[in-house]
């Protein structure tokens, strides 16, 4: 074994770290990481986790992580200069392939950059489909992210008189891209509730309780200004119909969450980048999808609503006071 040097570059930092660990490849090769987002981004932080986990193991394998920090800069020409600088870092470092998270790795990187090459790339977090970005087989391939909204309804279900469904979230790519995904995957006619800052998703959530029979609750992740404190009290004080969401860390804020696990989009892209640097063709491992799921149910919100959940369900659920919410 020897000391293995990863690098994470962000667009303002550099942290370099010297891990040990073992491999079967026969010859050093490098992985490059590209997160959408940055790296204290809940959703980002768990497939680095789950990506680590698999290639810390791996002395052979030098791993760099570049960050686009495209939900705290979402001006596109931001992303797009995030993505020519990670388009420089391939062209300096030349890795043996890369894995990216997300949605805009995949449209600004991928697509104008990498499609045509001979470098193998490893996607995982992008949004219900990849059909859009029309990847070759042969050089492309990933784990889609779906959220489980089907499994959300189908418990409030119960608890709501009509079918108003609205949909509630910081207005950037990845949230329309949901809510088309959603329409259309899941029959649905979502009343969209895009917006731009914590003043406007206050006066929304409270507009909904009086419109909207279920709310689905996007992440605050585009909200700069998110007041996590001021967002409990309202939702304890001043929900009136069911909520929900998909992502862990917003658990606290909602009624229902089924959430998918970033860690497995993580230990998936990690493990099919190894295969494919041991000589397996991307063309030969089918794009996929998350199977894995965590539940959690906010019983405060539950008490305050009225609403008594079936046994089955408590028992397989995580209380959301368990959880610190960011």
């Known amino acids: 074994m020897f000391p ?17 660990a073992t491999t079967a490849l026969g010859e050093n090769k490098r992985i490059l990481y590209v997160d959408s987002y940055h790296e204290s981004y809940p959703w980002s932080a768990g497939i680095t986790a789950g990506i680590r986990s698999i290639l ?14 495209s ?42 950059y990498l499609l045509g090459s001979d470098l193998p790339v490893v996607f995982c977090g992008i949004n219900g489909n990849a059909d859009s970005y029309e990847f070759p087989p042969a050089q492309v391939t990933g784990m889609l992210e779906i959220q489980l909204i089907d499994q959300i309804l189908a418990t409030l279900k119960p608890f709501v008189k009509g079918s108003h469904i609205a949909f509630l979230k910081g207005d950037d790519p990845s949230a329309r891209k949901e809510a088309d995904f959603f329409d259309q995957r899941f029959n649905l006619q979502l009343d969209r509730r ?18 909207a029979d279920i709310i689905l609750l996007g992440n605050h992740a585009s909200l700069p200004d998110w007041d996590a404190a001021l967002a409990k009290t309202l939702i304890m004080n001043e929900t009136r119909v069911p909520t929900a969401n998909w992502d862990a860390w917003m658990a606290p804020y909602s009624l229902v969450t089924f959430t998918n696990l970033p860690r497995e989009q993580g230990e998936w892209a990690a493990k099919t980048a190894l ?30 609503l009225g609403i008594k959940f079936p046994m089955e369900l408590i028992d397989r659920a995580t209380f959301t006071a368990e959880i610190a919410a960011p």
């Open 4 to 20: 293995l040097q990863t690098l994470r570059i962000g667009l303002g930092s550099i942290l370099v770290l010297l891990l040990l």
């Open 71 to 112: 939900k705290r800069q979402p001006e596109e020409a931001a992303i797009i200069a995030a993505a020519r600088q990670a388009k420089e870092l391939i062209d300096s470092w030349h890795p043996d392939l890369v894995i990216t998270s997300d949605d805009n790795a995949a449209q600004y990187l991928i697509v104008p």
């Open 56 to 69: 810390d193991a791996q002395p052979k394998i030098a791993l760099e992580i570049f960050t686009m920090d």
């Open 275 to 304: 295969k494919i640097l041991n000589g397996t063709s991307p063309a030969a491992i089918p794009v996929t999808t998350n199977h894995k799921a965590g539940i959690y149910l906010n019983m405060a919100l539950a008490k305050n």
């Open 194 to 211: 895009l917006v731009k800052n914590f003043t406007e998703w206050q006066q929304e959530y409270r507009r909904l309780q009086q419109e």
